[in-house]
């Protein structure tokens, strides 16, 4: 079994392109696939349109390994109308409903989770306006974790924070220690991104996997770029976040395995990337390392 992200394949977002990126993922040979599409920004599916996802899903014999929510932030210009950290406690509510919409699409996927980004604001731009929200950034998380895993509950839906691409792993441990000192295991989990980590550490790109393993609900396997040179500037460091496709030689996948196995993780394990142009070629490989990740982990845990 092997997940992979439903936006691996960059085409634009009609009903069409989009049934199609799942038959071609279908086809390859792939069990599941982590919804994708909509990751960021202020986009809310509705109930038919959610139904008919299920639909598309169950007729070509695919399951889901989680759906990513949003954040209501988008990459290219900052927006803060439904972003649930938000100051403004209008836009921080509209933010949750966002959060929520994605749960109830999880639910009807039997998804099993959500992922979330949770960005450090006042860290990642010091000279934004955002330098007031320090003080109450953690009331407004704080609030809009309580109501967000309270509805996820009522689904049956897990919630997964996901290690990023920037600030640097001291401020992330140090939020993620925060985090977890707060919320039970069975309430907040962790979703590990191999690509994020491996730009924030390149001398360890597993740990923050080692870190959380016990938390550990989701994963995002790609390749990011070293970031070798440390650069600070949150549009450089979006630069390095390139989501290749990993080669069979270029980590230690046993020592990825044996972390894994030992943790709570439920398989397929899954990836998290851009294919690009060489779209048969990448999902070939892409396979055959996550059944290679399948065999190495199964092995271990029976080991136990």
């Not at 393993?213 to 070798?228: K, M, P």
């Not at 440390?230 to 972390?259: F, G, P, S, T």
Request: hydrophobic residues 40%; negative net charge.
């Amino acid at each position: 079994m092997v997940a992979i992200s439903t936006d691996c394949i960059k085409t634009a977002f009609c009903t069409e392109h989009v049934k199609g990126i799942l038959k071609q993922i279908s086809d390859a040979g792939f069990s599941h696939v982590q919804w994708m599409h909509e990751w960021n920004g202020i986009y809310q599916y509705s109930e038919s349109e959610m139904y008919q996802i299920k639909n598309w899903l169950n007729d070509l014999s695919l399951d889901v390994k989680g759906v990513h929510a949003s954040d209501g932030t988008l990459q290219s210009h900052f927006d803060d109308r439904k972003m649930f950290i938000s100051p403004n406690e209008a836009n921080r509510v509209a933010g949750v409903e966002l959060v929520k919409n994605r749960i109830d699409l999880a639910n009807i996927l039997n998804a099993g989770e959500i992922v979330l980004h949770l960005k450090l604001f006042n860290i990642i731009f010091p000279q934004s306006e955002y330098c007031i929200f320090e003080d109450t950034y953690w009331i407004q998380v704080y609030k809009s974790l309580d109501e967000i895993i309270d509805y996820s509950k009522t689904k049956n839906i897990n919630v997964a924070i996901e290690n990023m691409e920037h600030p640097f792993e001291v401020y992330q441990f140090e939020q993620f220690d925060k985090l977890f000192a707060k919320y039970d295991k069975a309430d907040l989990g962790f979703c590990y991104d191999l690509g994020h980590n491996m730009i924030v550490n390149s001398d360890n790109p597993f740990s923050f996997v080692e870190r959380y393993n016990d938390r550990l609900i989701n994963i995002h396997l790609n390749a990011g770029l070293y970031n070798v040179d440390h650069v600070e500037d949150y549009r450089e460091v979006l630069k390095l976040d390139a989501h290749n496709v990993l080669q069979m030689d270029e980590l230690d996948y046993d020592r990825l395995a044996r972390i894994i196995a030992k943790s709570p993780y439920e398989l397929p394990v899954c990836f998290e990337v851009s294919l690009r142009d060489k779209v048969e070629k990448g999902l070939s490989k892409t396979l055959e390392l996550g059944n290679y990740l399948d065999d190495l982990i199964r092995n271990y845990r029976s080991e136990k």
